[in-house]
């Protein structure tokens, strides 16, 4: 059995170790810089804009988490919540965790009228896009997500100026 609730800052030190593990299994261990003061500033801050969400067993043991935020839709003029990272821990799967994570966002958003839950799942992790296709998610076909980050951000957004001026010329 899946106990969902939303996180509490003492929630913090295993949300991070999960998004550690997660970063390992999707193969880029190295990769997160996030840190408990972060990690709870963006949640817990005075003006949080990233929620967490708790899946634990019946002893009160965290299983997994979610964390998302909200986006919009421009074409449905409505809110919709972007699930960033859905993860459970590995001797929990198949305990409906995942399952129970995705039900609670997907009645989070029914209950406040946003429009969708979606998400990114990398292309090879075949496990969770069977899982997700079997809950009735379905791939955007025609999308592919782009991404502006590390160097080519720095370069791109370096100059204010010069790409202030480049869109007035057209």
């Known amino acids: 059995m899946s106990v969902i609730r939303p996180a509490t800052v003492d929630d913090v030190p295993a949300i991070l170790r999960m998004i550690h593990d997660l970063a390992i299994y999707e193969k880029e261990p190295d990769a997160v810089k996030n840190t408990p003061a972060m990690l709870t500033e963006v949640l817990f801050g005075e003006n949080p804009r990233v929620y967490a969400t708790i899946a634990?067993?019946?002893?009160?043991?965290?299983?997994?988490?979610?964390?998302?935020f909200l986006n919009y839709s421009t074409w449905e003029?409505?809110?919709?919540?972007?699930?960033e990272d859905l993860y459970v821990v590995p001797d929990a799967r198949g305990e409906g965790h995942g399952k129970a994570l995705l039900q609670y966002l997907a009645a989070t958003a029914v209950e406040r009228g946003y429009a969708r839950v979606e998400w990114s799942v990398l292309n090879w992790?075949?496990?969770?896009?069977?899982f997700y296709k079997n809950l009735g998610a379905f791939p955007m076909e025609e999308w592919s997500t782009f991404r502006l980050t590390?160097?080519?951000?720095?370069?791109?957004?370096?100059?204010?100026?010069?790409?202030?001026?480049?869109?007035?010329?057209?």
């Open 150 to 170: 590390g160097d080519a951000l720095q370069a791109f957004g370096a100059d204010v100026s010069e790409a202030k001026e480049a869109l007035t010329r057209g």
């Open 77 to 83: 003029g409505v809110h919709g919540i972007y699930l």
């Open 56 to 68: 634990e067993n019946s002893s009160g043991t965290v299983q997994g988490f979610a964390l998302w």
């Open 125 to 130: 992790n075949e496990p969770s896009i069977n």
